[in-house]
């Protein structure tokens, strides 16, 4: 197995009370969605298995990274002044970007199969960026939205181990209130929020992946309360109208934003005008 580039600083959590620190903020990722779900905490690592469950560890220990104790301590900077000397200039400097860094959504485009993407900020917007990334670009898929760290390495940009894949609606559970509530942040605003918001994503990405996984899919109801019948409604096409000309249309709608090849999702209300 390759070695993992934090390998070291995972081990150090064994140290002084880091241990003790990661389970802290283990709860506070957590104990959220547990609360809505009617689980214990402890419940949710058998519920998600091994392999999601990693997916969550790795997630808050890099928040753990970029988090200042209230007394000054960081684990970051702890581990690099007292064992620098063992890791590589790489490391170092992976380690230094990952505790200076911020989560948010990126929606992935532009797709080099074992070499890069393009990543859009859905929060904070943007130009997208291309990002090197060789196993990550192998496992997305054009229009993923992944909640990750993107740090600068040089003259371009990488994402880091802890990454959250969010479907479409769970990603817009997150992306909508922070962008109505802070629409008009500066840059240096959108760091403060997002230093400390990696939580409210852990509790995102929970609430829309442990009820599939257990059978308890949520009600589904209007805003009166009452319980919606999920239904399928076929629409047929004009067939003198010629495909390019259908999906260029559709591509022009603002209220039907892209899912993939041939697929589009309505998120608007269709004006009786037209």
Same mark, same amino acid.
């Given at each position: 197995m390759a070695k993992y580039i934090l390998d070291g600083a995972l081990r150090w959590l064994n140290r002084d009370d880091w241990a003790m620190q990661f389970e802290v903020l283990y709860h506070q990722h957590t104990s959220s969605a547990?609360?809505?779900? !009617? $689980?214990? /905490? =402890?419940?949710?690592?058998?519920?998600? +298995?091994?392999?999601?469950f990693s997916q969550i560890? +790795?997630?808050v220990f890099e928040d753990l990274l970029t988090r200042t104790l209230e007394d000054g301590r960081n684990l970051a900077n702890d581990y690099l002044k007292r064992r620098s000397w063992? #890791?590589?200039a790489r490391t170092r400097a992976y380690i230094a970007a990952l505790r200076d860094s911020v989560v948010s959504i990126y929606e992935v485009s532009e797709l080099v199969p074992g070499e890069s993407f393009l990543a859009r900020d859905l *929060? %904070?917007?943007? =130009?997208? *960026?291309?990002?090197? !990334?060789? &196993? +990550?670009?192998? &496992?997305?898929?054009?229009?993923?939205? @992944?909640?990750?760290?993107i740090m600068p390495r040089g003259d371009a940009f990488e994402m880091s181990g802890g990454t $959250? @894949?969010?479907?479409?609606?769970?990603? !817009?559970?997150l992306i909508v209130p922070l962008r109505s509530v802070a629409?008009?942040?500066t840059a240096q605003e959108w760091t403060t929020i997002l230093a400390k918001a990696a939580p409210a994503f852990t509790e995102a990405w929970l609430l829309a992946s442990i009820p599939p996984l257990t059978g308890r899919l949520?009600? @589904?109801?209007?805003?009166? +309360?009452? #319980? $919606?019948?999920?239904?399928?409604? @076929?629409?047929? $096409?004009?067939?003198? /109208?010629? %495909? #390019?000309?259908? *999906?260029?249309a559709?591509? %022009?709608?603002?209220s039907l934003p892209s899912a993939g090849t041939d697929v589009w999702k309505w998120m608007g209300v269709r004006s009786s005008s037209r």
């Open positions: 547990a609360r809505a779900l !009617e $689980l214990d /905490v =402890e419940d949710i690592a058998d519920i998600l +298995g091994p392999n999601h560890s +790795g997630w063992k #890791e590589t *929060i %904070r917007g943007g =130009e997208p *960026i291309r990002v090197l !990334e060789r &196993s +990550g670009s192998r &496992s997305v898929r054009p229009w993923d939205r @992944l909640a990750t760290r $959250l @894949l969010f479907t479409y609606d769970a990603a !817009e559970t629409a008009d942040a949520p009600a @589904l109801t209007n805003t009166d +309360g009452d #319980e $919606l019948a999920p239904s399928t409604t @076929l629409y047929p $096409l004009r067939t003198d /109208v010629p %495909r #390019e000309d259908l *999906i260029a559709l591509g %022009r709608e603002d």
